[in-house]
């Protein structure tokens, strides 16, 4: 049987080496046998994952339940292939050459067959047949490895040349970057130069208009100066003239002021002697006046002793009837018939009547209704004057408090009217 015809053999298979058992499944059709090449099959069993189920009767809100399949990566949207950012790349699986990949299957499926061969002899013990197939397997492993390092080497010189034109066109491409660039430096040292040539003319052209405007403004300056001498020589001449013009208006002044002071003077005195007099006029004046309220303010403070004296007093008992505080400014009353109303009322509503200032109208005949009503007045005072006189005194008290009551009365009537 010739390998060469058999298609559903393995690459890698020996018809030159001796017959082993226990490797059947090695040995069979690449469509018999079911296991994958790139990787060694696993024997033990996958553990079991338990999922978490959320509680049913919580409430959960939509973020907070378990998606096992959600993706978590941001979505990136773009216009074209040539916007994305480089340093993303695209999820998916990695491709290479297929090739390749055809000889790195062919090594690894070789490395798993040293593998089971050499745990299948360990298990029955190892022969020189074994020994011999071994290190067939290690020749054909090692002439595996030269041919993956020969196409490995002959896909990086296919590369190089397939990129050999892309390289010269790149190559090409700085140089012509390197000219431009060398041609823009070229270009912006000559303007550079230009720009430095003409600040240098701007500069001196800017130093001789300086010092023009620095010569013109030294001669204006001179000009100036002889101006303002002149000014100032014509400015003395006309102040010596206007001192001299105001020197005579100012001693024709002096004589009219001292004139005028002079009168000024005569009538001031005159004025004040007639002040002082008027003033010695209305201090003489307010003495009378001072001491007439002086008598009268004295007086009322007499008549609130007396009574003071008469309520207080437990010894008194032979006040005569002219000693008696009647309410009246005239002295010597003995009978009803020295009172009358209008004394009355300007006694007991006098202004300078000490104590009584705040009181109103009513609360001062109050005071004085109590003091001679008859029921208080025969008790408390009457006992305390002479005998002779006690019956006076009550028909005086008596005629004072009827006349107090009819001006109490009245005072009502008005508030009750107003």
């Given at each position: 049987?010739?390998?060469?015809h058999?298609?559903?053999?393995?690459?890698?298979?020996?018809?030159?080496?001796?017959?082993?058992?226990g490797?059947?499944?090695?040995?069979?059709?690449?469509?018999?046998?079911?296991?994958?090449v790139?990787?060694p099959?696993k024997?033990?069993?996958?553990?079991?994952v338990?999922?978490k189920?959320?509680?049913?009767?919580?409430?959960?809100s939509?973020?907070?339940?378990?998606h096992?399949?959600?993706?978590h990566w941001?979505?990136r949207f773009?216009?074209?292939?040539?916007?994305?950012?480089?340093?993303?790349?695209?999820?998916?699986?990695?491709?290479c050459?297929?090739?390749?990949?055809?000889?790195q299957?062919?090594?690894?499926?070789?490395?798993?067959?040293?593998n089971?061969?050499?745990?299948?002899?360990?298990?029955?013990?190892?022969?020189?047949?074994?020994?011999?197939?071994l290190?067939?397997?290690?020749?054909l492993?090692?002439?595996?490895?030269?041919?993956?390092?020969?196409?490995?080497?002959?896909?990086?010189?296919?590369?190089?040349?397939?990129?050999?034109?892309k390289?010269?066109?790149?190559?090409?491409?700085?140089?012509?970057?390197?000219?431009?660039?060398?041609e823009?430096?070229a270009?912006?040292?000559?303007?550079?130069?230009?720009?430095?040539?003409?600040?240098?003319?701007?500069?001196?052209?800017?130093?001789?208009?300086?010092?023009?405007e620095?010569k013109?403004?030294?001669?204006?300056v001179?000009r100036?100066?002889?101006?303002s001498?002149?000014?100032?020589?014509e400015?003395?001449?006309?102040r010596?003239?206007?001192?001299r013009?105001?020197?005579?208006?100012?001693?024709a002044?002096?004589?009219?002021?001292?004139?005028a002071?002079?009168?000024a003077?005569?009538?001031?005195?005159?004025r004040?002697?007639e002040?002082?007099q008027?003033?010695?006029?209305?201090?003489?004046e307010?003495?009378?006046?001072?001491k007439?309220?002086?008598?009268?303010?004295?007086?009322?403070?007499?008549?609130?002793?007396k009574?003071?004296?008469?309520?207080?007093?437990?010894?008194?008992t032979?006040?005569?009837?002219?000693?008696?505080?009647?309410?009246?400014?005239q002295?010597?009353?003995t009978?009803?018939?020295?009172?009358?109303?209008?004394s009355?009322?300007?006694?007991?509503?006098?202004?300078?009547?000490?104590?009584?200032?705040?009181?109103?109208?009513?609360?001062?005949?109050?005071?004085?209704?109590?003091?001679?009503?008859?029921?208080?007045?025969?008790?408390?005072?009457?006992?305390?004057?002479?005998?002779?006189?006690r019956?006076?005194?009550?028909?005086?008290?008596?005629?004072?408090a009827?006349?107090?009551?009819?001006?109490?009365?009245?005072e009502?009537?008005?508030?009750?009217?107003?």
């Amino acid at each position: 049987m010739n390998p060469a015809h058999e298609p559903d053999l393995p690459a890698f298979f020996d018809y030159n080496a001796p017959p082993v058992q226990g490797l059947p499944h090695i040995f069979q059709p690449a469509s018999a046998n079911t296991a994958r090449v790139s990787r060694p099959p696993k024997n033990t069993a996958a553990p079991k994952v338990l999922k978490k189920t959320a509680p049913t009767n919580l409430k959960t809100s939509p973020s907070q339940i378990i998606h096992p399949r959600r993706k978590h990566w941001h979505k990136r949207f773009t216009y074209h292939l040539t916007v994305t950012r480089p340093g993303l790349r695209r999820k998916g699986p990695h491709f290479c050459n297929p090739a390749k990949l055809r000889r790195q299957k062919a090594a690894v499926a070789l490395i798993n067959l040293k593998n089971v061969a050499l745990e299948t002899m360990q298990d029955g013990g190892m022969t020189a047949e074994d020994r011999i197939f071994l290190k067939q397997l290690e020749e054909l492993r090692l002439d595996q490895l030269r041919k993956h390092t020969l196409g490995d080497a002959r896909e990086v010189v296919a590369r190089a040349e397939a990129l050999g034109p892309k390289r010269e066109l790149e190559h090409a491409e700085r140089d012509r970057q390197a000219a431009t660039r060398l041609e823009e430096n070229a270009r912006r040292k000559k303007e550079e130069e230009e720009s430095r040539r003409l600040e240098e003319l701007r500069r001196l052209e800017e130093q001789r208009q300086r010092q023009e405007e620095e010569k013109s403004r030294q001669e204006e300056v001179r000009r100036r100066q002889e101006e303002s001498r002149r000014r100032a020589e014509e400015q003395a001449r006309l102040r010596e003239q206007r001192e001299r013009e105001l020197q005579a208006k100012r001693e024709a002044f002096r004589k009219a002021q001292e004139e005028a002071d002079r009168r000024a003077r005569e009538q001031a005195e005159q004025r004040l002697r007639e002040q002082a007099q008027r003033q010695e006029r209305q201090r003489q004046e307010e003495l009378r006046r001072n001491k007439a309220q002086a008598d009268v303010v004295a007086f009322f403070q007499l008549y609130d002793a007396k009574w003071q004296e008469l309520k207080l007093s437990k010894t008194l008992t032979s006040v005569m009837l002219c000693e008696m505080p009647w309410p009246l400014f005239q002295q010597g009353c003995t009978s009803p018939d020295d009172i009358s109303r209008r004394s009355m009322e300007q006694f007991i509503f006098h202004p300078l009547r000490p104590g009584m200032e705040i009181k109103s109208r009513k609360d001062r005949l109050k005071a004085e209704i109590l003091r001679f009503h008859p029921d208080k007045f025969n008790s408390h005072i009457v006992h305390k004057l002479r005998e002779c006189d006690r019956e006076k005194a009550i028909e005086i008290a008596g005629a004072l408090a009827r006349m107090l009551t009819d001006m109490m009365a009245e005072e009502m009537q008005q508030e009750t009217g107003q």
